[in-house]
């Protein structure tokens, strides 16, 4: 029951990890009004500016349950991997900021310093989190004594993983893959046919490179070695790991291969025709890839977060969390998990049920 328990928070996290990226399109929209005129940037702010505060939350709701169901992993990477967490930290406070300041009379900062922020927290900030979440692939500098105290062998503080170039694979994938899905929002969200048309325009490019780097990365983790636990609970490097974990689990091959497809279609949707709604099947995909990529890293007796320094400090979802206790109380608790998507769908489409135009600029805070 115990382990049952374990395997379902990380199934859990990793549902939530899935639906902050695909909630990425935020900054990636932040980064296109550097394309466009001055109407057309207010005009894809506003339309930002009314999903920002879902990413942020989704952002803090994945860090809440890392900390909730695997305390150790949390003390672990938050805690040591320091000035990488605190960098991506820094990016999404200054996108806070600037959202209610940009606007506001008389800024000290001006509305240009405000934009800067804003793509400094869509380009940045989303390249940073991919690199942190490669190194549950790539491992990292870390060690625990035997009371659970983490010390790092840099004094980069989680930042030394930059120095792996196949780091940056995921990296610069999110990147693209949040300015694809920004363009795919904004062409549903807004009702201007000048500025369709220069989003639809964008998006063969970005999708092409979001996809390039996606295979690159998807082709490291299935050629590369990986972290598995032995029958007497050893932790030892393995040829192909993760290529067998998706051999073994059929069921998580299948959920990459189904999200892959709907990516696939959501862009072509956006491409190569006049629908609208490329987002919807686009974002289902893209939350159903980074899903698989998260199980395959921490399910079928694999570390999810290994130490190439000391290969038996590596985390695993056994050695790294909450007791049997917590984890079976917040069961109950999670399963009012559907009740709070469901507010937000709903929440979500009376928001857009009004598709914006150049008026509705003028007239809104943001």
Known sequence: MYEALQIYWWCLISLIGGLFVFMMFVQG?????????????????????????????????????????????????????????????????????????????????????????????????????????????????????????????????????????????????????????????????????????????????????????????????????????????????ESFKYTKNFIQMPLVLIILLVGLILTLFGIYKGVFTDSIKGIFPYGLGVTLVVMSVFLVSGLNKTSFYPSYTDLQSSLTIYNASSSYYTLKVMFFVSLWAPVVLGYIAYVWKLMDNKKLTSEDAKEDEY
């Not at 709701?61 to 930290?89: E, H, K, Q, R």
């Not at 999404?92 to 800067?116: E, G, H």
Request: positive net charge; contains cysteine; aromatic residues 16%.
């Open 29 to 237: 929209i932040q980064t296109l009004t550097i394309e466009v005129n001055k109407e057309q940037k207010e005009l894809m702010i506003n339309s930002a500016g009314k999903k920002w505060e879902l990413t942020f939350t989704t952002l803090v709701m994945f860090g809440g349950a890392c900390f909730a169901a695997f305390p150790l992993f949390y003390a672990t990477s938050f805690g040591g991997a320091y000035w990488v967490w605190m960098a991506i930290l820094f990016c999404f406070i200054v996108q806070a900021v600037s959202y209610k300041y940009r606007n506001k009379p008389n800024n000290f900062l001006s509305q240009k310093t405000y934009d800067a922020f804003l793509f400094i927290n869509g380009s940045l900030g989303v390249i940073l989190i991919g690199i942190a979440v490669s190194t549950f692939f790539s491992g990292s500098e870390f060690r625990l004594n035997s009371s659970n105290f983490v010390s790092w062998d840099s004094g980069l503080r989680g930042l030394e993983a930059l120095k792996n170039p196949l780091n940056l694979l995921l990296g610069i994938a999110l990147y693209f893959q949040a300015r694809t899905g920004g363009r795919l929002y904004l062409i549903n969200h807004i009702n201007e046919s000048d500025l369709r048309i220069k989003l639809r325009a964008g998006l063969k490019k970005d999708a092409l490179l979001f996809v390039l780097f996606v295979v690159a990365f998807l082709a490291w983790i299935l050629l590369k070695d990986g972290y598995a636990i032995s029958q007497n609970g050893i932790i030892v490097v």
